[in-house]
């Protein structure tokens, strides 16, 4: 089993900067991990993957180009920093990992349904 636990998240002023960090325990997450967010009366959505090896990396669209996400396997810990914020970033983010060893070593996916092990959550306010 792999538990993930957030942290990081807070209030920001809009155009501030915030870094998340998802450290996991249990097994090496030798997966792709992803974040995702979900806003009040939204539907979860997709924000950035990475790849176990390779540091291969996917943005939504909403995102790319202020947010950035990396990982340290050493520390099993996925991170993401977000720039530029905008009121319409808020939302609670989650960290998500796949099936340890499961994936190919620079794979990675926007599907929910192919993660397997989910955090607890972060609120990230980011005020006008």
């Known amino acids: 089993q792999v538990q993930l636990q957030e942290s990081g998240g807070g209030l920001v002023q809009t155009g501030g900067s915030l870094r998340l960090s998802c450290a996991a325990s249990?097994?090496?997450?030798?997966?792709?991990m992803a974040w995702f967010r979900q806003a009040p009366g939204k539907e979860r959505e997709f924000v950035a993957t990475?790849?176990?090896?390779?540091?291969?990396?996917y943005y939504a669209d909403s995102v790319k180009g202020r947010f950035t996400i990396s990982r340290d396997n050493a520390k099993n810990t996925v991170y993401l920093q977000m720039n530029s914020l905008k009121p319409e970033d808020t939302a609670v983010y989650t960290c998500?990992?796949?099936?340890?060893?499961?994936?190919?070593?620079?794979?990675?996916?926007?599907?929910?349904?192919?993660?397997?092990?989910w955090g607890q959550g972060t609120q990230v306010t980011a005020s006008s």
């Open positions: 998500a990992a796949g099936e340890p060893g499961s994936s190919g070593l620079y794979e990675y996916t926007t599907l929910p349904e192919r993660y397997n092990y």
């Open positions: 249990g097994r090496t997450v030798s997966s792709y």
């Open positions: 990475i790849s176990w090896i390779g540091g291969r990396t």
